[in-house]
Nanobody, 126 residues
Framework: QVQLVESGGGLVQAGGSLRLSCAAS????????MGWFRQAPGKEREFVAT????????AYGDSVEVRFTISRDNSKNTVYLQMNSLKPEDTAVYYC???????????????????WGQGTQVTVSS
């Protein structure tokens, strides 16, 4: 089992940047595919980005491709989400998630993730 704690959210103006961090407990962090999802009020949970166990493979949601970058540091049990060129429509609660699967890879569906953080609010003002 793994516990996840997000940090780095806040208020930023459109065009600005933020870096989210997600710290994981336990000694098996490198066995998990990690993902970021977000949910805005009144909207469904949306896939943002995912990274495989080693960090060699990544995938992004269409709305954040090019602007966001996911990375991980297995020595620090931490996954990051660098968000650039932020837009008001990026405003949401951002969740970190961990998937322990038999096959290494990247996973876009929230159904693949068994462990979730509490979320961190990102607000982008226009």
């Amino acid at each position: 089992q793994v516990q996840l704690v997000e940090s780095g959210g806040g208020l930023v103006q459109a065009g600005g940047s933020l870096r989210l961090s997600c710290a994981a407990s336990g000694r098996t962090f490198s066995r998990y595919t990690m993902g970021w999802f977000r949910q805005a009020p009144g909207k469904e949970r949306e896939f943002v980005a995912t990274i495989n166990r080693s960090g060699a493979s990544t995938a992004y949601g269409d709305s954040v491709e090019v602007r966001f970058t996911i990375s991980r540091d297995n020595s620090k049990n931490t996954v990051y989400l660098q968000m650039n060129s932020l837009k008001p429509e990026d405003t949401a609660v951002y969740y970190c998630a961990a998937a322990l699967t038999s096959a290494d890879g990247v996973y876009r569906s929230y159904k693949s993730y068994a462990y979730w953080g509490q979320g961190t609010q990102v607000t982008v003002s226009s």
